[in-house]
């Protein structure tokens, strides 16, 4: 079966008049590829922020977007705009070892850093020590009164560290149980989040947060873990930074949890049982404490954003947005085999192939009426930061853009029977991307994983939280060669041996012709949005509707 969409498709849209959509042009999966090789071999060291690998992944996105003839739209300069916009970041690196034990009934318990538990400090300053604070659990570490829910109970958290399961109350409930879908069912919430989670430490004085991994709730393995806390961290240069973060911020194995509430006389299984109700009231962790001693490396350093733009004919101060991460992870712990590139093929060199294919379909269509940006945000692989330092500088309005069409991780696993997008559907532009789907012979499948949380973990959503209708596209688990079951099994084995992992690399023998067939789509989706007067939004009971509808005005109808 072929997929694709016709030339000259004439399609109801929601304003409810006809759309006549131009020829869709032949995505090129040679040049995908291509694209793909580059920006993730190793000459780009995986692409880390503030690194030689930045260099060369930002002048490879703007070479090519001054090859196909994009005009340069980052921060203004005396000689017009530049291709980058500059992302000042704060950057926080352990240059020596870093010592973290428990004192366990009087006896200390080393703990093993990447292979036990995982901290880091986003906090500028040049040494953490503490010295046996107090151990706290704080079920979920969950306060969210629109549900009637609240983990803390007035705890005082001042000086101590907590300790807090990941995901959120429902993941692990009976559907059952009365209190089941408080927290949406099986998809995971905001606050099931780890920067909800760290930033809830931060408001309430937390001297320290330690978040108990364990697979089936976080949706990865410790690997991803691991891989993600080797190197440096970065987040946006804050006024007060220790309003989001407490000053350590860590995970620790399920194996270390358990053994930190047996000395103090708990069962870890039964005491998760008991943060699944409203009765859960925080518990000391009797006998134990923590203790940390590691030098911090604190300097504020500039990464980019890299900005191209085709301006619109008619209505050039309406935008339309395509973006996807240039950055990976960079060079860190190293695997079995020594390697110690993360190059972040698929994730996500795969969306900035995507996008800079995008910019060659629309560099050889007829100019649009709106104008479309193309930009490859940086960081974030370290908490969106590129995106939220975007949406707080945006370089055309976010009131008179309408949407963000987002690229994270493609499809390298052959054509899907169905597409989706991270989350719930909320916004129209997923009714948008059903409509399309179905002219291409295919479905819109809501999000099959929606206890990963993707919808969080994406830079649609930084834009989204601003108001701006954003979403992720995402491959399908339909495939035409195995159906379903090889779908799952291909999204499952990228999730344990690939995702924040060395392996993630660039392979030749790659069906990018699903990735072709869900770029003709975007492109599609992108041309009428480009076209149109129309103005996508979210739907009624988002909790991004009442940011958007406040800058209603500023939008032509």
Known sequence: MKYGLAAGLAVAWLSGAAFAAPPVPAIDAA????????????????????????????????????ALGLAPAGDPGADGAAWTQAVPLRRFETPGPITVSFTLDGKPRPLVELTDIVVHTEVPTSRVAVKDAPLVFIGYGVDAPERQWDDFK????????????????????????????????????????????YAEAARRGALGMLIVHETGPAAYGWNTVKNSNSNAQFDIVRPHPET?????EGWIQRDVAVELFKSAGLDFEKEKARARTLAFRPVELKGATFSADYAVDTSTIVSHNVVGKIAGTQRPGEALLYGAHWDHLGIGAPDPKGDRIYNGAVDNASGVAGVLELARLFSQAPKPQRSVYFIAFTAEEKGLLGSEYYAAHPVTPLATTVALLNLDVMNVN???????????GDADLDALVARFAKDQGRVYAHDAHLEEGGFYRADHFSLAKAGVPAITLTAGLDLVTGGVPAGEAAHRDYIVHRYHQPADEWRADWDLSGAAVDLELYYALGRYLADSHDWPGWAAGSEFKATRDATAAARAP
């Open 31 to 66: 040049k995908l590829s291509e694209h793909i090789r580059v920006l993730s071999s190793d000459a780009f060291e995986g692409r880390g922020p503030a690194t030689r690998g930045e260099d060369k992944a930002v002048a490879y996105i703007s070479g090519q977007f001054k």
């Open 154 to 197: 007035g705890y005082d958290l001042k000086g101590k560290i907590a300790v807090v399961l990941v995901n959120d109350p429902d993941f692990e409930m009976d559907p059952g149980d009365p209190l089941f879908g408080r927290f949406d069912g099986k998809a995971m919430t905001l606050y099931g989040r780890w920067t909800y989670k």
């Open 244 to 248: 989001l973060h407490p000053l350590i």
């Open 414 to 424: 052959g054509p899907s029977r169905d597409v989706s997008t991270r989350g719930k």
